[in-house]
């Protein structure tokens, strides 16, 4: 069965950085497209990063970007969000989710088949 595990979220004070990681099973994920997506209390779920199946390609929000890194080590298989300079605003639990597909849907949750059952990450002013 396809899991999708996070782990790294915690509480930390602005201007800190964390490290998420996902790992997947069950699955071909090396041929996935992998995302991160957040959701914080009483607010839709967001899009925050994406990276397609080889690495070459990612898309950042704009509230994240140049802020996060997406990445991923398809030998273990693991996703990893790199958060620097975390704002009060970054609060929310964080979703992993993967896709078959890149392209111009790719920040769209209803494109995603598999997801994780969250992380989350605190940040304090």
């Known amino acids: 069965q396809a899991q999708l595990v996070e782990s790294g979220g915690g509480l930390v004070q602005a201007g800190d950085s964390l490290r998420l990681s996902c790992a997947a099973s069950g699955r071909t994920f090396s041929r996935y497209s992998m995302a991160w997506f957040r959701q914080a209390p009483g607010k839709e779920r967001e899009f925050v990063a994406a990276?397609?199946?080889?690495?070459?390609?990612?898309y950042y929000a704009d509230s994240v970007k140049g802020r996060f890194t997406i990445s991923r080590d398809n030998a273990k298989p693991t996703v990893y969000l790199q958060m620097n300079s975390l704002k009060p605003e970054d609060t929310a639990v964080y979703y992993c989710a993967a896709y078959l597909g890149w392209g111009t849907g790719t920040f769209k949750e209803d494109r995603y088949d598999y997801w994780g059952q969250g992380t989350q990450v605190t940040v304090s002013s």
């Open positions: 990276i397609s199946w080889s690495g070459v390609g990612t």
